[in-house]
């Protein structure tokens, strides 16, 4: 080290601090669900309140472990956007689907074609707790609700009783 030059400074982060640029965070989750693995990772965003919270850490499946279905939450590539999002299958036609975020009244993703969907998330935790709802089989219970705007103003109204109690 030359004189007058500071020695570096080394910070240890916890691992799951630990962060990728976006692009090379979707090439690491195909690859991995492309050798047939299972692959944790931490949602981010409010967009699947109150099922899936920023900081639950979803457990993503291939594709080819399950075929997809109504009500299914799938982790996908955004055509327009090119973001990875988390949001559940509301309908299908042939080999695309229409997705829709959990917390939202009108808003959907769009008709997605397969190829740009990434694997199934197979389940939740939250705190160290297995979340259970909203990936069983009150799931197609769910997607109906979102799809036709009936699930956001639902939630709200329970959770105003909620909070009455």
């Avoid at 080819?64 to 559940?88: E, W, Y």
């Avoid at 259970?132 to 219970?141: D, M």
Wanted: charged content about 25%; aromatic content about 4%.
């Amino acid at each position: 080290m030359k004189q007058g030059q500071q020695k570096p400074v080394v910070t240890r982060r916890p691992w799951e601090d630990l962060t990728l640029p976006e692009e090379n965070l979707k090439e690491l989750i195909q690859a991995t669900l492309d050798k047939g693995a299972t692959l944790r990772m931490k949602a981010k965003g409010q967009s699947m309140l109150p099922f899936i919270h920023s900081g639950d850490k979803l457990t993503l499946e291939p594709l080819t472990q399950k075929k997809l279905s109504i009500g299914d939450v799938v982790l996908f590539c955004h055509p327009g956007r090119g973001n990875l999002m988390a949001h559940r299958i509301i309908a299908r036609k042939q080999t695309s689907y229409l997705i829709k975020p959990d917390n939202s009244n009108l808003a959907n993703d769009g008709w997605v074609p397969v190829e740009v969907i990434i694997g199934r998330v197979k389940g939740v935790e939250r705190a160290e707790k297995k979340i259970r709802i909203g990936l069983g089989s009150e799931r197609l219970l769910i997607a109906f609700l979102s799809k036709h705007g009936i699930l956001r103003p639902l939630i709200i109204y329970l959770s105003r009783i909620k909070g009455k109690l």
